[in-house]
């Protein structure tokens, strides 16, 4: 969600201008929640494949590896980029305006988008894909084809550091991208993504090996509650320090790991909060959100263009339907994870086991009639 308040932050401040110094901050940033995701997925994968992959590598391993891993993202990704190229192809046929014109219409770029490789020779994500947010879908398939090889290299890591190495090493491999981003003054420069999303990736592994050699002691359960709130309390406090020193905000992506891994070992407090129904299901359809809301939120735009007067700036119907846009995402986001990605993951996993042989319900009734005479054998004496 906080991806999606950024793409339209612009508007809400419009509409609501009393919002803006108090949220602002938080919002301005929202973009750190694609580097936020890809330190999430990388503790994550890594949870769940450093046993099963990291003795080296093998072709059956990888490629299960990469199915799963095409059944959890390609299903929602292929539906909304042909709703996006359906969207833009008849304003272009129409000759309509577009809020947000996509770079190139081309067969080629479908094509490109289709396998998701979009972003591979781009150096930024502006107006690359059809579907804005899916750009970074790109990216990670990128990482997804790296990990058989990362893993590697993090179970390797695991035998040789301690926790302390770890959470060190862990702001390391992000420190390229922060400094050529406070150097430059943005994180858009050309192929900075690359070193932004592998290191979240990468950093996020790491602090998955931490968190294994951490053990699950009450201790170590108290302090990491309370760890937990600091971390949270300091990502979001740069943010707001942004006001004052201009590249502050990148202190977040160094907390990231820390802050998932305690999380992840204590079972209080924020742990305990992102444990309850709402949340789990919150991180079950946020894949979804994140690929759909642009879709919802361009109409809105393209309805100012076409009828300024009746979406005026400050009219309530306006007002109204920036405000709904968080909820709307939301039940379209649980109906596409409802009836497309998870039957269609579901489906796509399956594929790979093969079917047992059928038997035979039941053996083939005899035959008790006449014997047509096209079917009668004629069986000869010997002579």
Known sequence: MWVVLFHFRGNLWDEYPGLKPVFDPVLRHGDLGVDLFFALSGFVLALNYLDRMGDGLSRRATARFLWARLARVWPVYAVTLLVAAGWHGVLMMRDLPDPVVPDEYTVLSFLRQVFMVVMWTEPDNDRVAWNGPSWSISAEWLVYLLFPVIVLLLVRL??????????????????????????????????????????????????????????????????????????????????????????????????????????????????????????????????????????????????????????????????????????????????????????????????????????????????????????????????
């Open 158 to 383: 695991g035998w040789v550091l301690r926790v302390r190495g770890l959470l060190f090493l862990g702001a390391v491999v992000v420190l390229p991208a922060a400094m050529m981003a406070a150097f430059t003054g943005n994180m858009y420069s050309p192929y900075l993504w690359v070193l932004r999303l592998l290191g979240a990736f990468v950093g996020g592994g790491i602090a998955c090996l931490a968190f294994r050699r951490i053990a699950q002691t009450r201790r170590n359960d108290v302090a990491s509650g309370w760890a937990a709130w600091v971390l949270l309390v300091l990502i979001v406090g740069s943010l707001y320090a942004t006001e004052w020193v201009g590249s502050a905000y990148l202190i977040a992506t160094f907390l990231f790991s820390p802050f998932l891994i305690a999380i992840s070992v204590s079972t209080r407090g924020l742990s305990r909060v992102f444990s309850t129904r709402a949340f789990v299901l919150g991180g079950h359809i946020s894949y979804s959100a994140y690929l759909v809301h642009m879709l919802l939120i361009e109409p809105i735009w393209w309805a100012q263009m076409m009828w300024p007067q009746t979406f005026a700036p400050h009219s309530a119907l306006l007002r109204a339907c920036f405000l709904a846009v968080p909820f709307v995402v939301l039940l379209v986001a649980y109906a596409m994870w409802r009836w497309v990605e998870e039957p269609s993951r579901k489906v796509m996993r399956a594929m790979t086991k093969r079917p047992l042989p059928r038997t035979p319900d039941a053996p083939a009734p005899l035959h008790t009639g006449p014997v047509p005479t096209e079917e009668r054998q004629v069986v000869r004496e010997p002579a």
